[in-house]
T-cell receptor, first 111, second 114 residues
Framework: QKEVEQNSGPLSVPEGAIASLNCTYSDRGSQSFFWYRQYSGKSPELIMS????GDKEDGRFTAQLNKASQYVSLLIRDSQPSDSATYLCAVKGGGSYIPTFGRGTSLIVHP | DGGITQSPKYLFRKEGQNVTLSCEQNLNHDAMYWYRQDPGQGLRLIYYSQIVNDFQKGDIAEGYSVSREKKESFPLTVTSAQKNPTAFYLCASSRGLAGVETQYFGPGTRLLVL
């Protein structure tokens, strides 16, 4: 049974700070990793995908992947109140083409 | 304007009733999926389809049925056998099932039991 673990939070950060969201996974064969943002009552929307070890940056967002340690993280720089949402980690691969989702981490950015 | 549409936004089910949730996409994606989300929970896979006229059960298929007669459409029926159907239902699609392919989600349907 593949597992994707996220701290449910809430993670509370002040406006302008860096928010760090973490995700660990159990299947060492996992190959593709995705971060989604979900506002309350809305559907998930893709923020970033990452497939190789290291960092991938897109605007204020940076995804970090460490396959040896089996974790992927999402950094949000200069956090804004509009970033307040639940962030879902999804992991794919290792013989399955269907992603496994974590339960999500709730992020609150306070002014 | 490409995307995934789901209807209705809210759906009420009476006990013993079957209800059907609609999902349509115009992204020309081959793969489509149905997920269920309960409060504070992750997404749980109900069914997925890789190609027209073919679909596979996910982790929680009992009490649900699907069809895939057209590439663009993947309706989900919640049958009376599903005893706890109240949840947020999300339809998603992707170009295929390959590892790099990304899922995109529709706006969701919230199902409530009367």
């Amino acid at each position: 049974q593949k597992e994707v673990e996220q701290n449910s939070g809430p993670l509370s950060v002040p406006e302008g700070a860096i928010a760090s969201l973490n995700c660990t996974y159990s299947d060492r064969g996992s190959q593709s990793f995705f971060w989604y943002r979900q506002y309350s009552g809305k559907s998930p929307e893709l923020i970033m995908s990452i497939y190789s070890n290291g960092d991938k940056e897109d605007g204020r967002f940076t995804a970090q992947l460490n396959k040896a340690s089996q974790y992927v993280s999402l950094l949000i720089r200069d956090s804004q109140p509009s970033d307040s949402a639940t962030y879902l980690c999804a992991v794919k691969g290792g013989g399955s083409y269907i992603p496994t989702f974590g339960r999500g981490t709730s992020l609150i950015v306070h002014p | 304007d490409g995307g995934i549409t789901q209807s209705p936004k809210y759906l009420f089910r009476k006990e013993g009733q079957n209800v059907t949730l609609s999902c349509e996409q115009n992204l020309n994606h081959d793969a489509m999926y149905w997920y269920r989300q309960d409060p504070g929970q992750g997404l749980r896979l109900i069914y997925y389809s890789q190609i027209v006229n073919d679909f596979q059960k996910g982790d929680i298929a009992e009490g649900y049925s699907v069809s895939r007669e057209k590439k663009e459409s993947f309706p989900l029926t919640v049958t009376s056998a599903q005893k706890n159907p109240t949840a947020f239902y999300l339809c998603a699609s992707s170009r295929g099932l390959a590892g790099v392919e990304t899922q995109y989600f529709g706006p969701g349907t919230r199902l409530l039991v009367l």
